[in-house]
Every structure is written in C-alpha cells, then in structure tokens.
C-alpha cells in the first residue's frame, strides 16, 4: 500500500509536560475571519469510506473494511485496529472474524447505507459537531462513482439534521491533481454548493485541499502546480483551507523545502497531528514549540489558524480515557485558536475515531486483539469521545470555561461505571498542591501518579465531584506500590452542595503497607454525597498528605428522574426551522440538559430551556417533546407533546449562505455577516462616507417579494434610523429600485428589524444602498434576509 495521510510518521516530541496547567483564557489572537461555518468551529474529518457486499456500492466488496476487498474482513484480512459499537445501526453485514465476546456475530455497518450516514450526522448533531469534512481521494479512478454518490449521502444528511459540510480533497497519489481537481470541482463538486448546508466562510463556499508539501513520495509536486490550485479556487470564490504538513512553517521534517508561498497562499491552515505524538509530554511539547509560533505566522499573514486535535490511537494505548483528547482540545482552545479539525470521526482504520465505540471485549471479536474502549481497565461508555468533543466545542466556544481537567466524566451523567469506582476521571481539587503532583493524579487510573500537599504544613485535604449525589459507602485509598510503609492520619467528610460538609468517617490512622498493596479501604455509612474530602493530619513517612489513588464506591440504586418540562411552546417557525421553549425541570442532582424529541429520535439537545430544530422540511407538520437529563444520568418523563407547521418554502430566507458584495467595509465587520444567520455579527461600512451599500448574490434570477433588515437585537443597539433603498439586478450591472430611499427605524423594543414588502420583481442581485444613519456615521446590517413573492 502507497503511503497515504492515514500512514502513522512518528516525531520525537522533547520536553516534559507542564507543570501545572493554568486555567487561563484563550490568548489574545487576531483572527483574520469572523466566525462563520469553520472559524469559531468544530470541525470533523468524515471518511464515509466503508462499504460491504450487498449494499449496492458501485466500487464493490469490503471496501476500506479488508486489504483484499472480495473477501470479507478476518483477523487476517483487516484495515481497521478498531471495532464500531453497532447497536444503533439498522442493518449490519456479517464478516469472517470470530462472534463477539457476548456471543453475536461480528458485523460491521455500511457507509453506503444512508441509514449509516444519517446516524452519524444524528451524533454530530447532538454533541457540537458543527461542520463535517468529507474527504474525497482521487475520483478518476474506481472509487470515483462510491464517491461522487457519498457525497449526495452527505449533503442531505447534513441538510436533515443542520450540520454543515465541505468537500476535503486528499491529492495522495493523485498524479494529475493539477487538472483534475479543476475538472472535478466544475463539473461535479461545485453543484453542492448551492445546498444551503454546504459550509461558507466569509460569505464563500469552503474547500479544503490536504497534501500540499508533504515530504514523502505519495506526494511528490513542487510548489509551482500547487500553488496555481489554490489560486485557481480561490478564484472560483472559494475559501480555500490547505491541510499541511505539522512543521509547514519551518520547511523541515514533513515538509518539503520551498512551499512558503503555497501554504501562506491559503485562507486558512490546519497542520495535520495524528501519529506525531500519543503522550500528554508531547501534546505539551507541541504546544509550545509548533502551535504557538503557528499561530503568530499566520496572525501576521491574515490567516486562520486550524489546529487539527485527536482522541488518540486506541490501539496503541493512547488514549488515557480521554486525558490526552481533553489535554490537546485544552491546549489548542488556551492558545487562541480561530477553529479546531478533529481527526477523525469514522477513522476505524487508524484508531483514532471519535464515533461510538466498542465499550469491552464483550462487544469486540473474540481474541481478535482489538483494543476496547475500557482498555486501561477505566469503563467508558461507547458515546464517551462524542461527549469529550461536545464540551471541547463548548469550550471552544465560551460557553464552558476554560479548564485542564476534563469535565467528561467516562460514563454518561457521571454515573456509575460496571467498576463501581464513581472518582475515575472525575474533577478533583485540593487546599494545596506540591509543584506537578496535582490533585487530578489521584484520580488517573495511574497508580504511579500522586497528589502531594504543600510540605510541613496540616491539616490538608484532597477532594472529588462525583457528578451527582450517591449513597456512598466504601472508600479505597492507595499510594504508589513501591513505597514504603507509613501512616497517615485522616478523616473523610461528605457534601451535597461542595460547601457544608458532614463527617463520614472520623480522624484515624491509617496504614499503608508495601506488603498489602499499599492500599487502604475505609467503610462509609452509606450518606449520599456528591463532594468526598479526604483531610489529612499526619503523615509518619513525609511532611505531607499523599494519595495516589481515591476510589469511592456506592450502594447500588435508581437516582430519582427529574421533573417532565412544563409549558412547551412554539417560539418561532420558518421553512426549515421550528424554535420552542418550556420551563426548567426539578432535579435533586441538578439538571445537566434537555433533549428535544421528534418521532422518537432526539433532533437537538441543549443546556438550557429553548431551542431551534433545524433541516426540516417546508410545509410539514411536526411534534415535538422535551425532557429533562439529570447530572446522574437519569430522565425525565417526557413534556406534553406540542405541533407545529413550518412555512412554506415561499418563506425561506433566498439569501442565507449566499455569496455577498460590499462597498466597503471596517475591520472584521465584512459583508458576509449579513447572511451567516448569526444576528449578533454584522456588516459596517467605512465611516463618515455615504453613500455605501451591501449585497447579496441570490444565485439565481427569483422573484422577489420581501426583504427583512436587522440589526443585532441587544439594547445597546439604541434607536437609530437609516435613509436607505432597496435595489435589484439581473445581472449585477444595472439596477432597479425596488423600494424607495426613505428613513427605516430600527427600534431595539420590536426586535431591531425592519420588514420592506417589495414590488414583485424578478432579480438575481439584491443591494441596500444607504445614505444616512442617526445612531452612526455607516452603514449597518446584521441580517439581509430576502423572500420570494
């Protein structure tokens, strides 16, 4: 097999880890974008490679599944290093490996199967993936025709369930790239750029090309036939991202010499990571020595910045039950970057998917040797690296701050795992740290990592959040194996809110013997708790409390369900959208979210108390209900069921993701905010200079009836008033008006809009030409919204 992108090339990594990584807000970075379907994202690279025999592929066989494609995956005939969990797929195809652990046969689901993609879009939906990246190889060969469909599969999956897409080109072993990527992209690929889920940035349709400047033999081109690619799309009107080698800036290592101009060439850059390192040193190593002089090269060239972060290859122990995905999400959000590419979400081959995953060997082929999820002896739920992403993306985003210990616990709700150890991985902290022995070690899985207190001073105490209230009744604490003997003097106390606590165990000492492990186990009465502290007095051996291991254990139980939602409404509705709110739920643990439900499947899951569905159809009539999810996992009845009917298709906005025209614009604020859907972003024009205007390209000649003009809804948006027109052209050159110079108030009270019903006229190009604004010497537009008559 040629070397592909998916090959592993190691790197050495030096340095150690930090010592203590801060909390400290992401850094101040100069973002040449504002944020649109990339910048301010998440990112997911999509394969949708697999295919199996009868599942009506052109390409045929076990595509991606097995090395010889006409004979069904079997340990000896495999690609792949990990195993899908396979219970939400409708239909699986039967294989040669040995039945799983449980007994079942092992299968294995199809790409092709729209079913498949739709369940894959369903998870991106629910955990924050907001834009996939479908990878598209050489299609001039056999796989072309299984590709060009994928890519249909794609866009209406992304369509359905409101995520975005782009078309990723990966030019490994494509000889003839220099032609044949124009060939395809105008007479195949551009097409999907009229669906209004194909992913825009600065108003423009997003391509990636991934391979430039690769220094192996797969991809041999000098930078001449590169660079006249990437300036070739751009001329299209694209936002062109270059996937680049990870020393790109340097030339060195992975990068070929003398590709300076192709990579600075780019909108944005997205250096690739996987198989440069699997430890949290390295990811701190990188950090430091590549992603933060990145950064500054591309601020002071104009271009985003688009790290790419992985999960870690499960078969090769990388992962650390989501410690090395949270540490290099952690990593890139502190530094300031402008977006995030997970590599990847379907990539079974190389183990370093975030789609659901086998949980144990149970569910795994039998002897086969493929690594589970729960392979560093921590179980984790098969959804637990699409949970992982969704916090990074919150992250990422504000909405979560910003902090080094994963907030993920490895069962969903931070329940209680098959171990019963309800601390692992859990948030920990302490009243004091000795340098890098930190309070999260004690909480690892790594028995030869420790929490140490400040020396020669106590009493000092050692705490975790269990995620939710738990009779808890057993305590095991341990030290490294290798030390020796001493006693430490502790008592063990026990909260429901993390600030009264009440004592579960009182002050003893307790031994801690080589020869028995260096283990400790202490019996509780059974309290519920959320917050466990240990306090420590006394240490015989060092001036300090030390643990290298808490485990808290519970009796068995139901954690009481949270209240059903109250009061369900209908917010809003347009063509494709549905908006609704309802009241809180009540939940002793505390409410960690709500999902909203339409035919029993989950269409959209949110933190607070409304939400917008999306990808719905015109005209249709829909149900919707909500429930609550509690912090222990547990759900709540379902709300009372409300229906609602989307508008027409008359009533979609013609100019949402379109491409747009400016007179002029101020800082960030370019024309592309006018149809990002974003009511907070919008367009300025150059001050103290009138008359400016901005425009929007409909794609095609339409019939126009109505235009709806916002400005961002907040207050300190105060009152103003715009002397403006409304213009239409057929084809960008002459013009007509189609409403009248007048004054327009925009009034923060009734929404900061203002709705023009137009003269039905057939145009292409709509224009707001302003003259005049008493709130600010510009022009100013969060939202051009036009509608058909």
């Known amino acids: 097999m040629a070397l592909t992108r998916r090959t592993l090339i190691g790197s050495v990594a030096a340095g150690s880890a930090l010592a203590a990584l801060p909390d400290l807000a992401p850094a101040p970075a100069a973002a040449a974008s504002p944020p649109g379907d990339v910048v301010g994202k998440i990112t997911v690279g999509y394969q949708g490679w697999f295919s199996c025999p009868g599942d009506g592929a052109p390409i045929g066989g076990w595509w991606h599944w097995s090395r010889d494609r006409f004979q069904p995956p079997s340990p000896g005939n495999t690609t792949i290093v990990s195993w899908p969990d396979m219970r939400e797929y409708t239909r699986g195809y039967a294989t040669a490996y040995p039945n799983l652990g449980n007994g079942q046969p092992a299968q294995l689901f199809s790409s092709y199967d729209q079913q498949t993609v739709d369940t894959h879009f369903r998870w991106m939906q629910e955990h924050g993936c907001d834009t996939a990246a479908l990878q598209r190889f050489n299609p001039f060969g056999d796989e072309g025709p299984t590709r060009d469909a994928m890519a249909v599969k794609v866009r209406g999956a992304a369509e359905r369930f409101g995520r975005k897409f782009y078309i990723m080109y990966d030019v490994t072993g494509w000889t003839s790239m220099q032609s044949q990527l124009k060939q395809d992209w105008t007479t195949k690929m551009s097409a999907h750029t009229a669906s209004p889920a194909y992913a825009r940035q600065n108003g423009r349709p997003v391509v990636c090309i991934w391979g430039f400047g690769f220094n192996d033999d797969g991809r041999p081109f000098a930078p001449e036939p590169c660079l006249d690619v990437v300036q070739w799309f751009k001329a299209q009107g694209c936002y062109v991202i270059g996937g680049v080698p990870t020393y790109w800036r340097q030339g060195i290592n992975d990068s070929r010499p003398g590709f300076g101009a192709v990579y600075r060439a780019f909108d944005m850059i997205s250096p690739w990571m996987v198989g440069r390192t699997g430890t949290l040193d390295g990811l701190d190593w990188f950090h430091t020595n590549v992603n933060v002089p990145d950064l500054a090269d591309c601020a002071a060239n104009g271009i985003d910045y688009q790290p ?288 909203v439900r339409q035919g029993g499947q989950t269409v959209a899951s ?124 057929t084809d960008g050159a002459g013009w007509t008006a189609l409403a009248a110079s007048a004054p327009r108030v925009f009034d923060p009270a009734s929404g900061n809009q203002v709705t023009l019903t137009l003269t039905a006229a057939t145009t292409r190009y709509v224009r707001v030409q302003v003259t005049g604004n008493t709130g600010w010497p510009a022009g100013q537009l969060s939202q051009l919204e036009v509608y058909a008559a």
């Open 308 to 595: 790419c972060v992985m999960p870690g290859d499960l078969s090769a122990g990388h992962r650390r039950h989501g410690d090395f995905y949270w540490r290099h999400l952690y990593n890139m959000i502190r530094l300031g970057a402008q977006g995030l590419y997970v590599s990847m979400f379907d990539e079974f081959n190389e183990g370093n998917q975030i789609a659901k995953t086998s949980e144990t060997q149970a569910t795994t082929p039998a002897g086969a040797g493929i690594r589970a999820l729960d392979e560093d002896g921590t179980f984790c739920s098969a959804d637990y690296y699409l949970r992982i992403t969704a916090d990074g993306g919150r992250m990422l985003k504000g909405q979560l701050p910003l902090t080094a210990v994963r907030p993920t616990p490895p069962v969903a709700g931070g329940g209680e795992p098959p171990t019963g150890n309800l601390a692992a991985g859990r948030p920990a902290t302490a009243s004091s740290q000795n340098g890098p022995f930190v309070a999260g070690n004690a909480v690892d899985g790594d028995r030869g990592s420790y929490w140490e207190a400040s020396n020669g001073v106590f009493p000092q105490w050692w705490q975790v959040d269990l995620g939710a209230g738990h009779p808890v009744n057993r305590l095991v604490l341990a030290l490294p194996a290798g030390w020796e003997t001493r006693t430490q003097t502790l008592s063990v106390q026990g909260s429901t809110d993390g600030a009264t606590f009440t004592t579960l165990a009182p002050s003893a000492g307790i031994r801690f013997d080589p020869a028995a492990g260096n283990t400790a186990t202490i019996t509780l009465p059974g309290a519920t708790a959320r917050h466990v502290r240990v306090t420590v007095t006394g240490n015989t051996a060092w001036p300090a409390a030390q643990l290298a291991q808490v485990e808290v254990y519970a009796a068995t139980g139901t954690p009481t369900p949270p209240t059903a939602p109250g009061n369900l409404t209908v917010t809003g509705r347009t063509a494709t959208s549905v908006s609704l709110a309802w009241s809180a739920s009540i939940d002793t643990d505390g409410v960690a979210g709500y999902q």
């Open 606 to 729: 949110v933190t607070g108390t409304s939400a917008t569905v999306t990808g719905l159809s015109p005209a249709t009539t829909y149900t919707f209900t909500v429930v609550a999810l509690d912090t222990a996992g547990a759900v709540s009845p379902p709300s009372a069921a409300v229906t609602a009917t989307t508008d027409p298709a008359a009533r979609t906005d013609l100019a949402r993701g379109r491409p747009t025209a400016e007179s002029s614009h101020t800082q960030a604020y370019g024309s592309a905010n006018v149809v990002d859907g974003n009511p907070d972003s919008y367009w300025e024009s150059a001050n103290n200079a009138f008359p400016q205007w901005v425009q929007v390209d409909l794609g095609a000649a339409t019939t126009v009836g109505r235009v709806v003009l916002r400005l961002p809804p907040s207050p300190a948006w105060a009152t103003r008033t715009q002397t403006l027109a409304v213009l239409g052209s």
